[in-house]
């Protein structure tokens, strides 16, 4: 069941590295995980990457009573609570705060680190990552996302909030384009 991977992602722990403040100050990583110190990432995709909700609905209580506001494709929240497969959430992001249930189809509990194209390598804490490197979200400050890789050995610090997105890179980029076929564009 997905609730059981998201709520197992949720509380996985922190692998014991350091990471850099957007202040500059170099902290140790958190030595537990809990819902409170990660966020998730909001998605109206299908089982298919293809947008079947532009916004997602989240409500007023468990199995959706009433819509109190729908939250944009893409937006981080904090997980407050969970019950069975709805999960409350509070957005991090956007002109106004959302608080309520959504059900956890909509939640992912990675996203992928992407870069500029043509490589799409990402910086994290002094080393360059490859395009679609799975992270999970530790916090949001500005447009600043503190992150953690998933794989070993983990890395975290902070990125541009623009380098997160749920799907790795995909189409003609990212060094994916044939060879013989990089200059017909």
Known sequence: MLAAAVLLLLSGAAGGCSESHPDGAVRPAGAASAPADRLV????????GMVAEEKVPVYDAVEGHHV?????DGTLARVLATDGQWLRVRTAEG?????????????????RLVGPAPSCRASLAGRRWAGGTL??????????????TVAEPTSAGWVDRS??????PQGRRCGDIPPDDRHAH
């Open 135 to 148: 992270v999970v979200v530790r916090d949001l400050h500005g447009q600043r996302a503190r992150v953690e």
């Open 68 to 72: 109190l506001g729908r939250v944009p």
């Open 95 to 111: 002109s106004k705060r959302v608080t309520g249930w959504v059900d956890d189809f909509f939640l992912r509990g990675e996203v």
């Open 41 to 48: 990432w909001v998605s109206g995709r299908d089982d298919h």
């Open 163 to 168: 380098l997160l997105q749920e799907l790795p």
